[in-house]
């Protein structure tokens, strides 16, 4: 794949997990694409940022707890974790709290590299 | 849906001979998917084996083979860190066959 | 009267339509309606506010699930899935915020 074309590909994560698909169908799509060796950065805003919530426990709403896949990604060569800055602070949040290591940006920063991507997929 | 018998006890599967429940796995289970799927069980298969229930149990995914060939590399060396190796154990994908005898569901996005 | 939200503060306006529009009773948020009742989040101070007014509720094994056990508010009561079926047997009415 060494002259195939390398995109930008950007993943806006924006939705709680549990309470809609959303989160979880993300998190399988960047799966998916991790095999197609392009460049791809996943960004956490607005209540997108709880999906990174430490301490996910789902036994009692017998849902699947994927919050453990976001540790993986590592290890799919996808390792570009973006946090918006003020989305973490008005829900109380530290990067503390997040249970992967990632670069928190301000709202300008975000928008900045949301600008330089070829592929944007909201969820 | 389907159902294998191993050692007097009844299991569901998909139609794919996936086990629905991971719960239900077990050493014998894994033996007869092993059978179904004609593999002889070595040490180097369970090697394999137990590798992918420990990354499930940490990561609550199955691996893409890319990954699990890398992963395997950095724990078991670079010999059965690549593809000749785990086809070889697994003729029709690691990913595929030995997360269907790891008792895991199959690897997202392998088709 | 008992009023459920399963909605995040942050994300709709089910939590304010229900706070400026019922009396008094009970509140139950479930799902990502928990996310309102924990510390820090910029709707802790309308939720404290509300308290004169409403009994409030989360459904505990939500909480649990978003890994916010540990981070609610002083005040808010924790039910399970028995609890929120007395909270529903125990008033007159129910109107889900959706």
Known sequence: MSDAVVKKFMFVNRKAPYGTIYALESLEVVLITAAFDQDVSLVFMDDGVYQLKKGQQTKGIETKNFSPAYRALEGYDIEKLYVDKESLAVRGLTEDDLLVDVAVLSRAEMGALMDEQDVVLSF | ?111 | ?98
């Open chain 2, 1 to 111: 849906m389907a159902n294998i018998e191993v050692g007097g006890k009844s299991y569901e599967t998909d139609e794919e001979g996936y086990l629905v429940d991971l719960s239900d796995w077990n050493t014998d289970v894994a033996n007869f998917i092993a059978q179904t799927e004609s593999i002889n069980m070595t040490e180097q298969h369970w090697e394999v084996i137990n590798f992918l229930r420990e990354y499930f149990e940490e990561y609550q995914i199955a691996p893409a083979v890319r990954v699990l060939t890398k992963a395997i590399g950095k724990k078991l060396g670079a010999d059965k860190g690549n593809s000749e190796y785990l086809y070889g154990l697994f003729p029709y994908g690691p990913g595929k066959q030995a997360c269907k005898i790891a008792g895991l569901p199959k690897p997202t996005g392998c088709v």
């Open chain 3, 1 to 98: 009267m008992l009023h459920i939200i399963n909605k995040s503060p942050l994300t709709g306006t089910t939590l304010d339509s229900c706070l400026n529009t019922a009396a008094g009773g009970d509140i139950l948020l479930i799902e990502d309606a928990v996310y309102a009742a924990t510390s820090g989040n910029v709707f802790e101070e309308k939720l404290r506010a509300a308290m004169g007014r409403f009994r409030i509720s989360v459904l505990r094994p939500d909480l649990e699930a978003r890994g916010l056990a540990d981070k609610i508010v002083d005040g808010v009561s924790q039910v399970d899935y028995a609890g929120f079926v007395d909270l529903a047997a125990n008033n007159k009415t129910c109107q889900s915020w959706l």
